[in-house]
């Protein structure tokens, strides 16, 4: 039996699913040509669980009325790209892809080096992925919480004809009635799952039973100790001189581009052990992993107002 608090979660977690669902048959029902952003990760994966809910016909899903984007970096975690692709054959689901280094091969996109991150780089290919496709709509896993420049967002997040956002013009979100008319070139980002936090996502988790990749769990990693962070020795971010690294037992909090994604160290190996984990941690989930967004506060500003998820 549910004690009062574990009732008033699952209550809690019941409506955060319901807005959810409700603002992907939205995006269903005002759009001509939707998409939903999918990359593999814990909060694409929520997405994807809800939008099979919001079109669930008794007690099987039908085939979801918009395909999923992952614009890949090629520089991801093998084990997030397999997860992808394992789930993908399971759910019947389309996928279209769009690969930063097609981008690179049109010249659209110009690194100083092969090892360089491709993170910001994704933007463009994000653009020209709308652009082949004619979508009008994009579905991203953003969540308020992540990030300063993110809480910003309406749930409807309209785009220029250059898929620029800009924070001033936006358009009213009141009583829960979105506009998603937008006229030629034009598009809207549309983020379902903006009002949940990332304790949420795991409690979520941890109730719809969900896989992940296994990466979100501890396991051995050898990294080395930067800035505060722990970066991964891989063949993108190869020790450099003078660099001492250790096997540490890590977990991500989020996956990306491997060029800026970091673990922390943890022993974390279910999801209630994370949802203990989350509740007790006094910093944020990008700020504890991704170095892209150490540069400056107005990094992700920046990147979003380029196109960027």
């Known amino acids: 039996m549910l004690s009062d608090i574990d009732k008033l979660q699952n209550d809690y977690l019941d409506w955060l699913e319901s807005e959810s669902i409700y603002i992907i048959r939205e995006v269903a029902a005002q759009c001509a040509n939707p998409a939903m952003l999918f990359s593999g990760g814990k909060d694409s994966i929520v997405m994807f669980h809800l939008a099979r809910k919001a079109f669930q016909f008794g007690s099987r899903p039908i085939s979801l009325p918009f395909p999923l984007v992952h614009i890949d970096t090629g ?24 690969l930063v280094e097609d981008s690179i091969r049109r ?7 092969a090892t360089d991150s491709r993170n910001a780089a994704q933007a463009v290919t994000l653009l020209e992925t ?12 953003a969540r308020r919480d992540e990030e300063k420049a993110r809480a910003k967002e309406r749930i409807f997040s309209f785009r220029d004809e250059f898929g620029q956002w800009d924070p001033k013009a936006q358009r009213p979100e009141l009583w829960s009635l979105y506009n998603a008319r937008i006229a030629p070139g034009e598009h809207m980002r549309v983020f379902p799952i903006s009002n949940w936090t990332e304790l949420d996502i795991w409690q979520y988790i941890a109730r719809e039973n969900l896989a992940l990749p296994d990466i979100y769990y501890a396991h051995l990693r050898e990294v080395v100790e ?53 509740a007790l941690s006094q910093i944020t989930e990008r700020g504890a992993t991704r170095m892209d967004d150490q540069t400056s506060e107005a990094s992700m500003e920046r990147r979003k107002k380029e196109g960027y998820f």
């Open 130 to 141: 709308i652009e082949q496709y004619q979508f009008d709509a994009l579905m991203g896993g």
């Open 75 to 98: 520089h991801n975690y093998p084990e997030v790209i397999q997860f992808r692709d394992d789930l993908m054959v399971k759910t019947g689901a389309k996928l279209v892809v769009g």
């Open 226 to 278: 930067k800035n505060g962070l722990l970066v991964p020795v891989t063949d993108i971010t190869p020790k450099t001189p003078g660099d001492v690294s250790s096997v540490r037992m890590v977990r991500f909090r989020t996956v990306g581009d491997i060029s800026c994604t970091c673990p922390v160290a943890s022993d974390s190996r279910t999801a209630q052990d994370i949802i203990t984990e989350t």
């Open 107 to 113: 010249g659209s996109v110009k690194l100083r080096k």
